[in-house]
């Protein structure tokens, strides 16, 4: 009786067998399958995360944007320039398109040649010479040369113009110039100190000359302001004021905040002018590299000494601290359009807000920048040492 128990046992335990074994390896495959498609979609989905949460990391390669390739050595002679772009040679100047075609060109010799950008015109200089020309899309406007080595220069945004040139028998002269190249003005300066630079108001109402003077044992800056009258057929611009900021060294770099209100700085010190008060802003700042004008106020760049990564503090045209932007290490290039100022820093560009002390865009790049320039409502021109790029930012 056991025996036979078991083998009724048996047989119910083999069909079991027989089912399991026949539909096991379908399943497994059906199986195998959807894992398999789970499998690329969440790998496609994690890579599109990546890509958006990291977009602003990736290099930009400058290389394959449109533009045009050329070598170091042109690639420094090429400055941005409303639609287009101004090659300054020491033999001539020519206006290029933005994929590099020759739209028109004047023989100039220069030793030292510098391009000064305001607006609808640029002035090219030679800072070792002589001669000056201001051009716009359309050509040349005038050349002339000056009685006195150029120093330096300075553009409003009509083609008013201010240069900086020695003069025998004074420590330098302002030597002011209406669009068409005509004279306005001559200031000789015998008694104020060396000229260093210069700048207009926005509205052009105002020149302002930074002079360096010395008593033989220290350096003392002055500031002196020339009021222009709007209308020039008879009248000319006149000596308006005079500041000295109580400060002991080169203040070089001018920055307008406002019409009547300009910031002048030295390597550590900023002082603003203006309206008959001179203030020297508190406290002052470990290195200055430059400082810079915006729509509603002015840019301080500076560091906390050589070597050491540098910042960008905004002021609005109160002289009140918006805020500050963390840059790089080297500032290799920038230019400032109403309120917002592109930045080229090391390998990355920076699209940065001035009035909220923000920055709105970074794009990394793979080729060393030269200059950057805004170009158009939405693009932006870059020369690197391998060409010119336009880009999106």
Known sequence: MPAKAKKTESKPQ???????????????????????????????MIRNHVAATDGAKEQLRLSAIAGFDCEYTEAQQIYPFQNGLLKVSNKRVAYLSISGNEIFSEDLEMSSPVCIKCGSYAMVADTEGFLCALFSEQGMIYKTHMTGKIGNVALATSGLSAVIIEDGDSFGCVYMMEKDGSFLAKWSSYESGYPISLAFAPDESTLSVSLVDTDGSQMIPHVKQFSIPQDRTNARPTENAFYSPLVTDIMPLLAYMSNDRVAVAGISDVAIIGNGKCDTVTPAFPCVTS????????????????????RLATFNENGSKIGEVSLGNEVLGMDVSGSSALFAVD??????DMSRAKATSTINVDEPVLRVSFFGSKNICVVTNAGVREITI
């Open 14 to 44: 083999q069909k079991r067998t027989k089912f399991t074994h026949r539909y096991a390896t379908p399943i497994l495959v059906v199986l195998c399958i959807i894992l398999a498609v789970v499998s690329i979609i969440l790998v496609y």
């Open 291 to 310: 400082v810079v004008s915006f729509d509603g106020g002015y840019g301080v760049i500076y560091s906390d000494g050589i070597d050491k990564p540098l």
């Open 347 to 352: 390998e990355k560009i920076m699209l940065v």
